[in-house]
């Protein structure tokens, strides 16, 4: 049987060689940590806590702001010592909470709970939403919403998401190696909340020993099967994976995936999960892959959420060349960030560093109008229409070419051979439309 895969994308060098045998290790606790009020989509949270407090690891210092939100929880024991505002990985600012470390770790009490199998699936949920779990791909969805579908959008598949098709992270690989029976708990516990009869875990196919343990954990389990997936980008991204999995197309214009009876979430937050219903343990801490050539000893580290990229890359002895760009997250979905005084948040997956001859930039050329862009996009959507028309600023042609659609892969940026920045023209013509739609919300409205 052949890999299965999506129509479109790119195939480009996964540089996962630098970190793909780096087993998981636990960084020591840092002297503070800063945990962002925003690290997901929705509502921030709302501070709870005030310089001076006393906290324990785990204990809840910030609130949901609303359902479509997560509350917040201290990474290390210590004292509050600022509520102010922080870099942001996302390369913006934001309001974070100053922790300073006693340097002991103390903890909230956790419990095990024997019977966890056993709780009702609005009880599972409620401990998932009071641990502050959101999606650890990236896209930093609050996991309790996605698991409250309306009662008309029955859901009959899960699947989680192995892929980890960005070049250079492999945190995802080394939790599937390392911790497959917290992950197919995890699985199990979030098909009982939605009801689901099916389980997939859709890996690629550059992680042949993931396929090979998985299948034979779930062998006789005929509830759950593992899927080995063509090697392509972006083959993680939540349509392409539901597509390549059961063949079902989650309509465009906003359609999610509810829409053809599926959830979709992150192996790490599979076992986040795990441990939110059977410990009721907070999500204060991941792991985070930091790589590339100049990292002297590229690392998959479990750390705590709040902790500063710097001492990530001091955790990894530093660069053996000098850093001309820094990113969060993978190259092609990433941030490019100024420096590395940037805390980590819970969808941090990687950070990543680069030389000055891989931070060069090519210089933009006049469009060759060769098609490319349109036949790699798998969105279906024809980039260089949306952007020639955004650098007119014709919003309407823009909106009507379905920028609102684009999920910024950069599939279209890799393979373009005149160099156009088309993901930075996309991102202007997102918010322009995004304006505009807004105002014609508020227009229905009066």
């Not at 913006?92 to 470390?101: C, D, M, V």
Request: net charge positive; proline share 6%; with cysteine.
């Amino acid at each position: 049987m052949g890999l299965k895969t999506f129509p479109g994308g790119v195939h480009s060098h996964d540089n996962k060689e630098y970190s793909r045998q780096a087993e998981i290790i636990a960084m020591p606790l840092p002297g503070k940590v800063y945990v962002h009020l925003s690290q997901h989509i929705g509502a921030p949270a709302k501070a709870i806590v005030k310089p001076g407090d006393e906290v324990l690891a785990g204990q809840k210092i910030a609130e949901a702001g609303g359902f479509v939100s997560i509350p917040m929880h201290a990474p290390i024991s210590g004292k509050v010592t600022k509520i102010g505002s922080y870099p942001h990985p996302a390369g913006t600012t934001g309001t974070a909470i100053e922790i300073t470390g006693d340097g002991e770790d103390k903890w909230v009490e956790l419990i095990d709970d024997a019977k966890y199998n056993c709780l009702s699936t609005d009880e599972m949920k409620k401990r998932i939403a009071e641990a502050g779990i959101c999606g650890m791909g990236g896209a930093g969805f609050p996991t309790h919403v996605k698991l409250s579908p309306p009662a008309d959008k029955p859901i009959d598949t899960v699947i989680l998401n192995g892929v980890e098709c960005e070049p250079y992270l492999t945190a995802d690989y080394r939790l599937m190696l390392e911790q497959p029976e917290a992950i197919l708990e995890g699985l199990r516990l979030l098909m009982k909340i939605v009801g689901a009869k099916q389980g997939i875990i859709g890996i690629e196919a550059n992680k042949p020993d993931c396929i090979k343990l998985l299948r034979k954990a779930t062998a006789g389990d005929k509830t759950i099967r593992i899927d080995a997936l063509k090697l392509k980008y972006p083959q993680g991204a939540e349509k392409q994976l539901i597509y390549a999995c059961t063949r079902r197309k989650v309509p465009n214009k906003g359609g999610l995936p509810m829409a053809v009876g599926v959830v979709v979430q992150n192996v790490g937050t599979a076992i986040a999960v795990y441990e939110a219903i059977r410990y009721q343990k907070p999500l204060v801490e991941r792991v985070i892959t930091v790589s590339g050539k100049i990292v002297k000893t590229p690392r998959n580290i479990k750390a705590r959420i709040g902790t500063m990229y710097s001492e990530l890359l001091d955790f990894c002895e530093g660069t053996t060349e000098d850093i001309y760009k820094i990113i969060s997250g993978g190259p092609m979905m990433g941030f490019a960030i100024s420096n590395l005084d940037t805390p980590m948040v819970k969808g941090s997956s990687g950070l990543l560093l680069f030389n000055k001859k891989e931070a060069a930039k090519d210089a933009e050329h006049t469009c060759l109008r060769c098609g490319a862009c349109v036949e790699v996009c798998p969105m279906n959507l024809a980039p260089s229409l949306i952007v020639n028309n955004a650098k007119y600023q014709d919003w309407g042609l823009v909106e009507k070419y379905g920028v609102m659609d684009c999920m910024k892969c950069g599939s279209c940026a890799f393979i373009c051979p005149a160099q156009i920045k088309l993901i930075q023209w996309i991102d202007i013509g997102k918010l322009e439309v995004g304006k505009r739609m807004r105002s014609r919300s508020q227009v229905g409205k009066a």
